[in-house]
């Protein structure tokens, strides 16, 4: 079913829900993607649990006027949809600028969450590029944004991805609108450097679910409290490239996850 919540700052929020259950499945999409990407997630998880799909202001559905793309407020729209279905039991998932923003979210919503997941965003957590280093990294995309972000995204996927989702997927993110996919990826890649403190302040189980060739330093992921689970054979968008291997991984982060009201166990991949 789909439905509207408004964010903090009044901007619509378009989501969709799915099924029953506890805990709720929020599923939060990467940056200039759309809720659509969850689709196989969606289709599966449903017949267990209420799986919740949303699009962030500024993608998909939802609203566009807003004047700062902040980790904050993209955080407030997925607070914002959890406010208005009264969830109270969660486990929040978010895929690459998604997973910053599930994490930001959570400081939020923080008892009603039973844990994070994250796709293939981190991949480790000892050091980041400054903000004069994260600026240097976006001149190409000023310079030419839809030819960078070509190239940007094709080298996401391995060699053996299908070549029509590679396209699909190229196609849909390239066409993003540059108002606001830059000040978007800017503020995603700046966050980073905030990641390790956030952590810490949530105190949450968190799994993040990265593709094996994405060299993560399993280590500095560890020294913050977060649990690695690895995919063969998938490049950035292991829920595209490979559902029934990415939904299985998902499914046994999700069960780890203690319930509400326990904390003495954490999340396990």
Same mark, same amino acid.
């Given at each position: ?24 499945? =929020? ?8 809720r659509g ?13 209420? =799986? =919740? ?60 969450? @039973? ?33 960078? =972000? ?17 396209? @699909? ?35 949450? &189980? ?9 060299d993560t ?15 063969? @054979?998938?490049?950035?968008? &292991?829920?595209?490239?490979? &559902? ?15 319930? @509400? ?8 991949g």
């Amino acid at each position: 079913m789909r439905s509207e919540a408004v964010s903090r700052d009044g901007i619509r929020i378009a989501y969709e829900t799915r099924g029953e259950g506890a805990p709720a499945l =929020v599923f939060v999409h990467g940056w200039s993607c759309h809720r659509g990407y969850w689709e196989a997630q969606v289709d599966a998880l449903s017949a267990d649990a209420l =799986v =919740v799909a949303l699009d962030l202001a500024g993608h998909g559905d939802s609203g566009s006027a807003r004047e700062a793309w902040t980790m904050s407020a993209f955080g407030e729209d997925v607070v914002a949809v959890v406010d208005h279905l009264a969830l109270d039991d969660v486990v929040l998932v978010g895929h690459s600028m998604g997973a910053d923003v599930v994490l930001e979210a959570a400081r939020h919503l923080r008892d009603r969450v @039973r844990g994070l997941v994250w796709v293939d965003e981190h991949r480790q957590l000892s050091g980041f590029r400054s903000e004069a280093q994260v600026s240097e990294r976006l001149a190409p995309f000023r310079a030419d944004f839809p030819a960078a =972000v070509e190239m940007f995204v094709r080298r996401m996927f391995p060699a053996t991805a299908e070549p029509a989702l590679v396209e @699909r997927v190229v196609k849909g993110i390239a066409s993003a609108p540059k108002e606001i996919a830059l000040p978007a990826v800017e503020a995603t890649w700046n966050y980073a450097r905030n990641v390790p403190a956030v952590l810490a302040e949530v105190d949450l &189980p968190v799994v993040a679910i990265n593709a094996e060739d994405a060299d993560t330093d399993i280590e500095s992921m560890h020294r913050s409290g977060v649990e690695v689970v690895v995919i063969p @054979r998938v490049g950035h968008f &292991p829920m595209l490239e490979d &559902p029934q291997a990415f939904n299985a991984c998902l499914v046994r982060a999700i069960q780890a996850f203690p319930a @509400r009201g326990k904390t003495d166990d954490r999340a396990g991949g």
